[in-house]
C-alpha cells in the first residue's frame, strides 16, 4: 500500500542517494529548507501529512531523478522497497476501444507500463497526458496515475471518458443524478455539463508526477 511514511521515506532516500540531507535538497530544489523537516510530516491535530506534488516534482527536477526512481525508492512499512508495475497508455489513445471495459477499468493489448507502489487497487494505470489543454496543472508528457475504485468527491480531479470516446482531465465541481459539472484545467478551454447518461465511466487522479 501507498503510505505517508513510504513516500516520506523515499524522500529521504532520494537525498542520501543524491549526498544531501532532506533540509538540504529542498534548499537545492528552491524550497523552504524545513519542507522536509519531520516536523513538517505531521499535521497540528498529529495526522500524517502527505509532500505536496509539486515538491516532489521540483526535487526530481533538481537532481534529475526520473519518477520511476523515486518509486523505486518508495517503501513499504518496513521499509523494503518493492514498486509495482503498472500500464500506461497515452491520453489520445484511451479513447481508442480496446484499453478499457465498460467500468473503466485496463484490459486489452498495447499498454507500457511504469513502476509505481502498490495503492490497494488493482485496476489503476497511468494516462501520458498530451497537448495543451490541462495546462497549467498538467503538461504535455506528465503522467496521471488513475484509481477507479478511489472514492471521488467534488473538488476532485478526475478522468472522464464520454459515450463518444472522448478522455479529458477535468476537475468535478458538482454531480447530480442526472448531471456532472467539470471545470477545465486549463482557463482558456470551457467548463462542461454533461449528462450521466452521455458518460462511460469517470475515475478520481490520485496521482501526478509533474
Do not use: C
Not at 532520494?14 to 537545492?28: D, E, M, V
Not at 515538491?55 to 523505486?72: N, P, Q, R, Y
Not at 465498460?102 to 488493482?122: C, L
Amino acid at each position: 500500500m501507498l503510505s505517508h511514511k513510504g513516500v516520506w521515506q523515499a524522500i529521504d532516500r532520494l537525498a542520501a542517494k543524491y549526498s544531501f540531507s532532506a533540509s538540504g535538497l529542498a534548499k537545492r530544489a528552491g524550497l523552504d529548507p524545513t519542507t522536509f523537516n519531520k516536523s513538517k510530516r505531521i499535521s497540528r491535530e498529529g495526522k500524517p501529512r502527505w509532500p505536496s506534488t509539486e515538491s516532489v516534482s521540483k526535487v526530481l527536477e533538481a537532481t534529475g531523478a526520473s519518477i520511476g526512481e523515486f518509486m523505486g525508492l518508495i517503501g513499504d512499512e518496513t521499509g523494503s522497497a518493492g514498486p509495482y508495475r503498472i500500464p500506461v497508455v497515452g491520453l489520445t489513445e484511451a479513447g481508442v476501444g480496446g484499453f478499457f471495459d465498460d467500468s473503466g477499468h485496463p484490459v486489452g493489448h498495447g499498454w507500457d507500463e511504469v513502476p509505481f507502489p502498490e495503492i490497494g487497487d488493482p485496476n489503476a494505470y497511468a494516462l501520458e497526458i498530451s497537448g495543451e489543454s490541462m495546462l497549467p496543472v498538467y503538461r504535455d508528457g506528465d503522467l496521471v496515475v488513475v484509481s477507479p475504485a478511489a472514492q471521488i468527491r467534488r473538488g476532485d480531479r478526475v478522468v472522464v471518458k464520454t459515450s463518444k470516446g472522448e478522455v479529458m482531465a477535468k476537475q468535478l465541481s458538482r454531480k447530480t443524478a442526472r448531471k456532472i459539472e467539470l471545470t477545465s484545467l486549463n482557463p482558456a478551454y470551457p467548463a462542461r455539463e454533461l449528462d450521466i447518461d452521455q458518460i462511460a465511466w469517470m475515475a478520481r487522479i490520485v496521482w501526478a508526477s509533474q
